[in-house]
Nanobody
Framework: VQLQASGGGLVQAGGSLRVSCAASGRTFSGYYLGWFRQTEEKEREFVAAISASGEPKHYSDSVTGRFTISRDNAENTMYLQMNSLKPEDTAIYYC?????????????????WGHGTLVTVSS
């Protein structure tokens, strides 16, 4: 499955942004999906994950209550709605997919990755 993230951009602190991840090649309805982010200073870190059915969802402590992950299996698309953005949310955001459950916050457990989309939050 090929993944393509999009929707990044520049937003002021406190603002909102939604990034998307479109899949092609084969349907991703059976895949566990995740969002990760990375900066030059930090290794790739877990942001959010969603099961094949849409529940359960998991979030990192730093984004809980501000970000919402969702998926539309009919459209082969996953979303990350980001609200109350902070400058520390600035990063390249990557989407990923895997067939197996568990270890959703470990990037090395994911089989497929898309090119990232840059999110910049200005103070």
């Amino acid at each position: 499955v090929q993944l393509q993230a999009s929707g990044g951009g520049l937003v002021q602190a406190g603002g909102s942004l939604r990034v998307s991840c479109a899949a092609s090649g084969r349907t991703f309805s059976g895949y566990y999906l995740g969002w990760f982010r990375q900066t030059e200073e930090k290794e790739r870190e877990f942001v959010a994950a969603i099961s094949a059915s849409g529940e359960p969802k998991h979030y990192s402590d730093s984004v809980t209550g501000r970000f919402t992950i969702s998926r539309d299996n009919a459209e082969n698309t996953m979303y990350l709605q980001m609200n109350s953005l902070k400058p520390e949310d600035t990063a390249i955001y990557y989407c990923a997919a895997k067939k197996t459950q568990g270890y959703y916050n470990f990037p090395e457990r994911y089989d497929y990755w898309g090119h990232g989309t840059l999110v910049t939050v200005s103070s």
